[in-house]
């Protein structure tokens, strides 16, 4: 190529002599952050972006204007410098302590220069931007030729940095805007920036001419023929080698840079395609670390340059360079190439779904194609260029070796260095294995695939067999964090994720933490785990020595994850199974998932159950590992350790599997007992406490009396809180237990007798006298000299009775045989079990407690000396029958409780029995009440009402205005039958009830507080205090007057209305206008519940929410405000005979005489058993006019209060101890008059799901309270409430 100008051998000097002065300077070659590469504001520029830009206004703009490069030929010198004086940036610059203004540095020249020629150099001839040697060559040559000068007059050749300071000569007198002195320019010929000559030559591949300047310059053109002559062929030949090899490291290095500018760059960019986040998220997917390949082989191809400027012409030793490279690719290679799959999907997939990104890469291959890149620019080719050049550096060494001659010191290098790629290789070839994680043909590699033959060959069997089995547990290990991971993405996401919820969003939660539970943790460990695996694997790889420290460490820190998980498990499985059977969106999304390509062909269960089965296999495998592993070698002692430990977590989860299998069981039993219609008893079997302790089969005689009817082969199932006769049949593979009798409350049963002698079964058709309620009769009696009762005692035919009794209302004994005897001990065994465990339970989380008022004071005769015993005087004990209480306190604090029975009032200090004493002389009281807020105490005694104001009886000094008061008696004649004592729109109203023929007569009276407070005129006789004056009340008024045609039982205050309780039901009537309407209603479908409420008698009206409870004698039921039955559930049915009802919230409590029956209000389900001998109601709550007491039918949802606020009283036979001897001589009855006082239960009512709830109990400084519930204000609405 002709060149001109005085600088024409200079610019064309030897190359060699340019790099080692440019390595003298403190510029990197390679340095990434360049002036020209970033613009005005600091950001990154790409170089072809301009390019692009240019492409892209001629495209799309109508602009005429001329591109500026258009006749800007970089090949002369003499237009790169009018370039540079244009556009190099000017500026004040010290040097010397001296200021030079418009003056530049070295590298703002080699900058400016170097932002000229980049797309010349990257476009036409192929060089990296980043290279800036030529454009400091330019620089040099312009220096020499004095286009502009150092400011202090130095020789020194220009540098890429700033330590000089530069300036132009039109600058040193003016400025360079002003009228040129100088006209000529510095000119010379860059011959690497020259064109072909040739017309043809395109801007692609090289053309035909041998001095193309496309065409790669052979090596022995810049050496001296001499020294090519003296050479043998074989070193030429390896020459030649080398110096290929550092074109392609040039050329791939370049490759390198594309990919950045081209793709990476503008991609940040391009932040319409998706969010920045998910943006960098896809770049860091996709290309990796193919960055941090670029700057490894960019300081490999700066080594090959200063050994090339070193040794030149003659590269004498290049195998340590590569050694030393192959030990910074050690780690960057192996992670890009083992990630490449997984990047290439990630890549395919998000081209399928993502349309913008599609067209975005299809503009990144027009804009190559604009600018005539020959190469392959997609993204696919430039993504596989770095194992694909990993793989060629072997070849090429190999061929170098293969060239060197005998005795130079490189082959040993070379050698060092092939090998020491090949293990490269084989890292990551093991990175590539370890990414699949299973998945692939890359996934399915085995051990021998990835160990080279030779190393294979050198291993004793035993050892290969052992290297073969650490494979198959890391492999495995790998195929189980997969599907642990799959668990979150296939399903726990979807579930969440889902637009239209598969499963309803209220037990979302629930659901999964029940079927996944803690499997997240789980996969946290044996990720943790599985890196350290593959670390050790790509550490030690091709031959491990040991895995078990990673696997003692895990197996250390998860033993607590699969003590929780594996319990689990029935549970998890069950609720799959039941979701699967009642929900179709939830089995579509199931079979939806087998599908999947990562599930196998397996379902849900199968990847829940996965974590169990891993356990067993490490054992199998760590044992396998042992069997082949040398004497003395540290596994012998380390696997017997680990295998202790895995051992004891399968030990150690048993219990909890068999716990959880139980709870399944009792799901399962809960879901498939069939009660008859209207027999449903809820046995709370969901509780979190509730266990199954027996079931199996037992046998009942037929009720029939015919044998040819058959046994009745019943399902019994002992729970730990009732006792369920069954009978099984099975339906689609479905079994159902149709419950035959009604469901026996562990409470209220007894053992009867389990050691009857075995009867056999008959062979006769007809049994005669074998009634149902004979089977006791039968109970060891022996067989009749026809029934052919064997001797042997393993006869099939006998059956061994068990007898029970069941003390409620439709209680009585029941018999049922076993087939052995082992069977019936086993019976015995499993109930005393469960009434042990029962009674241990009732007794700490009972619901009330009786805290004892009187044991010393109230006494009855027995039956047999009821007749001849005297009534009760001081040398008599004898009280009577108890009747009524009520608590009350006086003005002046004193806390009292009155107590009524056959033989008058008492009244005394609560919980002090000693101080009981007789006030009021009366007979046959039936009931008493209190209204503290006008001082008077009323009492119903032999049909009378009397009232007596509270300062008389208990006077609180002897100065008391009241303490002569006369008491006046409320009505005229004895024919009182109850009264009730309550508050309606801010009355206080008496309400008492007299029978008039069939008739119900109803008088409503109001208290008048002048007349109680007004001091009587004239002293009391001493037959008026005692009620005996006839005169009428002037203490009370009369405010209404009304009667039912049926007959009452009794009254109940409502919010606004009373309802009175009688044969007809429930008569919700306003005491305004009197209308009133009767419930439960009776209307058409509710034929079989008006003929129960008919036989039934009512005692108890209570409300709970927007629902009444309402109660009868043998049952309850839940009404809405309009008296419909608001609850499918049906009726209630008590385990006792109601005779009173009292209500504590939140519970009721349901009085039969041998037991009192405690439930909850809001579900009916039964809390409590107290027993107890002729136990009575004598307190309800009612009867006193403090708000803070009642407990009316109606009132607001409340906590529950820890005050007492129910009495009863139970019958001792047996003398209590220290008893006076006159009574012993007459038998005598004590009676124990006690308050029933609520304690802190241990679980709150309702679901049992965690000892401490703090949603049920109020927050206060003050001692533990009972469970407490959210206030609830019903809207007021019409209707008979």
């Known amino acids: ?90 500026g004040t610059h010290v040097k010397s302590s001296i200021p030079y203004p418009r003056a530049f540095t070295g590298k703002d020249i080699v900058s400016t220069i170097q932002s000229q020629i980049q797309r010349e150099l990257l476009i036409n001839h192929g060089i990296s931007t980043a290279d800036r040697r030529i454009a400091l060559q330019v620089a040099r040559s312009l220096q020499q030729q004095l286009f502009f000068y150092e400011v202090e007059w130095g020789d020194k050749p220009l540098q890429d940095g700033v330590e000089d300071v530069y300036m132009f000569l039109d600058d040193l007198e003016g400025t ?54 003296s050479l043998p062929e074989s070193e030429i030949n390896r020459q030649s080698i080398i110096y290929r090899t550092i074109s392609q490291e040039e050329q791939y290095i370049q490759d390198l840079d594309t990919v950045e500018a081209l793709f990476i760059k503008p991609l940040r ?263 350290q695996l593959h670390e050790v694997q790509r550490e030690e790889h091709p031959t491990i020595k040991s895995v078990t420290a990673p696997l003692f460490d895990a197996a ?5 994850a699969y003590m929780e998980y594996i319990p689990n498990y029935p549970i998890a499985a069950y609720r799959i199974d039941d979701e699967n059977a009642n929900n179709p969106d939830f089995k579509a999304f199931v079979e939806k998932c087998v599908r999947h390509p990562d599930a196998h062909r397996l379902d849900m269960k199968n990847f829940i159950y996965r974590p169990i089965p891993r356990l067993l296999r490490y054992e199998l495998l760590l044992k396998n590992i042992l069997e082949e592993t040398p004497a003395g070698h540290e596994d012998c002692e380390a696997i017997p350790e680990v295998l202790e430990i895995i051992k004891s977590i399968g030990k150690d989860t048993e219990p909890g599997v068999q716990s959880a299998k139980q709870k399944v069981q009792l799901w399962c039993y ?144 029941h018999t049922l045989f076993t087939e052995s005897q082992q069977a019936r001990s086993e019976w015995k065994q499993k109930l005393e079990e469960a009434l042990g465990l029962r009674k241990v339970v009732q007794e700490s989380n009972k619901v009330f407690e009786m805290d004892p008022l009187s044991t010393d004071t109230f006494f009855i005769p027995t039956l047999s000396a009821s007749n001849t015993a005297p009534s009760w005087n001081h040398e008599n004990a004898f009280t009577g029958k108890v009747t009524c209480s009520v608590p009350f306190n006086t003005p002046d604090g004193r806390e009292l409780v009155a107590i009524g029975c056959a033989e008058g009032v008492w009244i005394g200090f609560r919980h002090d029995s000693k101080s009981m004493r007789r006030v009021l002389h009366l007979k046959m009281v039936t009931q008493c009440a209190m209204l503290e807020d006008f001082g008077m105490f009323l009492v119903l ?27 006046q008696r ?45 001091r009587t005129k004239t002293p009391a006789s001493f037959t008026s205090r005692f009620g005996i004056r006839p005169a009428r009340s002037e203490w009370f008024r009369l405010y209404r007057e009304f009667f039912l045609p049926s007959e009452s039982f009794d009254l109940v205050f409502l919010k606004a209305k009373i309802a009175i309780l009688c044969t007809k039901g429930f008569e919700i009537m306003d005491l305004a206008d009197f209308k009133s309407v009767t419930i439960p209603l009776r209307d058409d479908g509710h034929e079989r519940l008006a003929k129960r409420c008919e036989s039934c008698k009512p005692v108890g009206m209570f409300r709970v929410d927007n629902e009444f409870l309402l109660c009868y004698d043998e049952f309850g039921i839940y009404v809405n405000k309009h008296g419909s039955p608001s609850r499918s559930s049906g009726t209630i049915e ?31 389900l039964l809390a409590q058993i107290i027993p107890g001998n002729e136990i009575r109601c004598i307190w309800d709550g009612r009867g006193t006019s403090s708000g803070a007491a009642s407990t009316s039918g109606e009132g607001p949802k409340q906590s529950m209060n820890l005050e007492p606020r129910i009495h009863a009283v139970a019958s001792v036979p047996e003398p209590p101890h220290g008893q006076p001897s006159q009574s012993a001589r007459v038998r005598s009855v004590a009676q124990h008059v006690f308050e029933l006082t609520p304690t802190v239960p241990l679980y709150p009512p309702g679901p049992l799901t965690s000892p401490s709830n703090s949603a049920y109990f109020p927050q206060s400084s003050s001692p533990p309270h009972s469970p407490s519930f959210v206030q609830n204000t019903l809207t007021h609405s019409t209707s008979w409430r």
């Open 1 to 90: 190529m002709p060149s001109a100008g005085p600088s024409t051998s200079h610019v064309t000097h030897t190359f060699a002599e340019s790099v080692d002065d440019y390595h003298r300077g403190s510029a990197d070659p390679f340095d990434r952050s360049r002036p020209s590469i970033y613009d005005t504001t600091g950001s990154v520029l790409d170089p072809l972006d301009n390019q692009a830009q240019d492409y892209d206004e001629e495209d799309f703009t109508d602009s005429d204007d001329p591109d500026p490069d258009r006749f800007v030929n970089f090949s002369l010198l003499s237009h790169l410098a009018v370039r540079l004086r244009d556009k190099v940036p000017r």
């Open 176 to 229: 360079s805007e002003g009228p040129r002195e100088r006209e000529e320019l510095p000119t010379a010929v860059i011959t690497t920036l020259t064109k072909c000559y040739a017309s043809i030559c395109s801007e692609g591949e090289p053309c035909y001419s041998f001095t193309c300047p496309r065409r790669r310059v052979n090596w022995q053109n810049t050496v001296d023929p001499a020294v090519i002559s």
């Open 269 to 531: 960019r391009a932040t319409h395609i998706m969010p920045a986040a998910q943006l960098d998220e896809f770049i860091e997917e996709v290309f990796g670390n193919i960055l941090d390949l670029r700057e490894c082989n960019k300081r490999l191809i700066e080594a090959l340059y200063v050994r090339q400027r070193e040794q030149a012409p003659i590269i004498q030793k290049i195998g340590d360079v590569f050694l030393e490279a192959a030990r910074s690719f050690r780690y960057a290679y192996p992670t890009y190439v083992g990630h490449l799959p997984l990047a290439e999907k990630k890549f395919k997939d998000e081209m399928e779904e993502n349309a913008e990104l599609r067209l975005f890469f299809e503009e990144c291959a027009r804009q190559s194609a604009r600018q005539q890149e020959s190469r392959r620019l997609d993204v696919k080719h430039l993504l596989n260029r770095p194992p694909e050049h990993l793989q060629k550096y072997p070849l090429a060494l190999e061929a170098i070796m293969k060239a060197t001659t005998e005795g130079n010191p490189d082959a040993y290098y070379l050698a060092e260095a092939i090998q020491a790629i090949k293990s490269l290789q084989g890292v990551a070839q093991l990175r590539t294995f370890q990414a699949a994680m299973g998945k692939g043909p890359t996934g399915k590699w085995e051990w021998h695939d990835l160990v080279p033959k030779d190393v294979r060959e050198g291993l004793s069997k035993t050892e290969a067999k052992r290297q073969s089995i650490i494979f198959e547990l890391i492999k495995g290990e790998m195929a189980y964090v997969k599907d642990l991971e799959s668990i979150e993405t296939m399903y726990i996401r979807p579930l969440r994720d889902a637009d239209s919820p598969i499963i309803p969003r209220d037990r979302l939660n629930s659901f999964i933490s029940d079927v996944y539970h803690n499997s997240s943790e789980i996969y946290a460990h044996h990720r943790r785990l599985l890196d």
């Open 556 to 560: 250390l820190n998860f033993r607590d």
């Open 670 to 813: 809960n879901a498939n007992l069939v009660f008859k219609t209207g027999e449903s008893v809820d046995m709370d079997l969901l509780n979190e406490s509730r266990s199954l302790v027996h079931a199996s089969k037992l046998l009942r005689q037929p009720d029939t009396g015919f044998e040819w009817s058959g046994w009745t082969e019943l399902f019994v199932l002992l729970f730990d809180n009732y006792l369920v006769l069954t009978k099984p049949k099975e339906k689609d593979g479905i079994t159902k237990y149709h419950v035959n009798r009604r469901p026996i409350p562990l409470d209220l049963l007894n053992l009867a007798s389990f050691t009857d002698a075995p009867i056999q079964r008959s062979t006769s058709i007809l049994r005669l006298g074998l009634g149902g309620n004979k089977h006791a009769d039968d109970r060891g009696t022996p067989s009749a000299p026809g029934s052919g009762m064997p001797d042997s005692a393993g006869d099939p035919r006998l059956l061994y009775p068990c007898t029970i009794y069941y003390s409620g209302r439709l209680g009585g004994l």
């Open 941 to 967: 005694a032999d049909k009378a009402l009397f009232a007596y104001h509270i300062e008389a009886l208990v006077p609180s000094s002897p100065q008391s205005a009241h303490t002569s008061q006369t008491p």
């Open 970 to 1014: 409320v009505n005229g004649t004895r024919d009182v039958h109850f009264f009730s004592v309550g508050q309606q729109g801010g009355r206080t109203l008496v309400i008492y009830m007299k029978k008039k023929g069939l008739d119900s007569v109803f008088r409503v009276l109001e208290p008048v507080v002048e007349k109680i407070n007004e």
């Open 1134 to 1164: 008590w385990e006792g005979t109601a005779e009173r009802v009292a209500m504590h919230w939140p519970y009721i409590l349901l009085f039969d005489s041998r037991f009192i029956e405690v439930r909850q209000v809001s579900t009916g």
